[in-house]
């Protein structure tokens, strides 16, 4: 008898632990990414005279490299930051996804963020989601930037008119979540870069203003009059750039849209250096 109870105890503190838990054992698997620059079209609209133009290409200065999970939060990880309090709980149709091989899908970015906060928390790391930038530098290879239309096209209608084609040909997207690994790993070891979850980033919507060179050449390169930020809109990442509102769940919270998050948004998170 005293065999049997023994083993009992020995079993239930295993039997305690879900897949969940597990997940959160040890930090996050990263790939550090060496020092570096990477050129990026700026994300948002740009304007001219009051027509949108291509924008010219930035680049960004990774001087001390980036450190960036080599996978997607998993549904179990997210669900164990949901039973610990750090999370709200996804829409129905979500909620009781927690598989540890599947990417969290359904999430706001407001939902990324608090669960960036949490992972800080728990782990005495500091976690956020990347910038456009730097998820651009991560991505690599396997992510490929829309070519816009020439600045000086001189006809608004025919770059609208591609922008609806671009559209079209994105409605025809696989969106199905497959298990970690499905769409392989890319040159810096980071799996599954533009398939067929998106990504939060932290960057927000942002309009910028050109000013027309003297002599008002429409088409010409100018200054930079200012920009607007509109951080109601968040910027993802994935096959291609979206933009998309900040869902929110109750309508008496305020925000720019009411309504379930897409299927497709998950979540990558940045390691800074350090303690949180």
Same mark, same amino acid.
Do not use: D, L
């Given at each position: 008898m005293r065999r049997l109870l023994a083993v009992v105890f020995l079993v239930l503190p295993l #039997? %305690?632990?879900?897949?969940? /838990? $597990? %997940?959160? #054992?040890? #930090?996050? /698997?990263?790939? $550090?990414l060496p020092p570096g620059q990477v050129a990026y079209l700026p994300p948002g609209e740009t304007l001219r005279n009051g027509y949108p133009v291509s924008p010219a290409p930035l680049t960004a200065d990774m001087a001390r490299g980036l450190l960036i999970m080599k996978r997607q939060v998993s549904q179990a990880e997210y669900a164990a930051c949901v039973r610990a309090g750090g999370c709200k709980p996804l829409d129905p149709a979500f909620r009781e996804l927690r598989a540890p091989d599947l990417p969290a899908v359904g999430l706001s970015w407001t939902d990324a963020s608090a669960y960036a906060a949490w992972l800080s928390a728990r782990t005495g790391q500091r976690w956020r989601l990347p910038t456009y930038a730097e998820w651009v530098y991560a991505a690599g290879d396997a992510y490929r930037e829309e070519t816009p239309l020439p600045a000086a096209d001189g006809d608004p209608a025919q770059r609208w008119l591609a922008e609806y084609d671009a559209q079209a040909r994105r409605g025809q997207e696989a969106t199905e979540v497959r298990a970690f690994g499905a769409y392989g790993v890319n040159a810096t070891g980071l799996m599954d870069v533009a398939g067929s979850v998106w990504e939060w980033t932290d960057d927000c919507y942002t309009r910028r203003i050109l000013a027309l060179t003297q002599g008002g050449a429409a088409g010409a390169a100018g200054a930079d009059d200012g920009a607007d930020r509109n951080c109601g809109i968040r910027v993802a990442a994935g096959r291609h750039i979206a933009y998309l509102p900040d869902f929110i769940r109750d309508p008496k919270g305020g925000a720019c849209s009411v309504g379930v998050p897409p299927a497709n948004l998950g979540l990558r998170l940045v390691r800074e250096e350090g303690p949180a």
């Open positions: #039997s %305690a632990c879900g897949p969940a /838990e $597990r %997940a959160h #054992s040890i #930090s996050p /698997e990263v790939s $550090r």
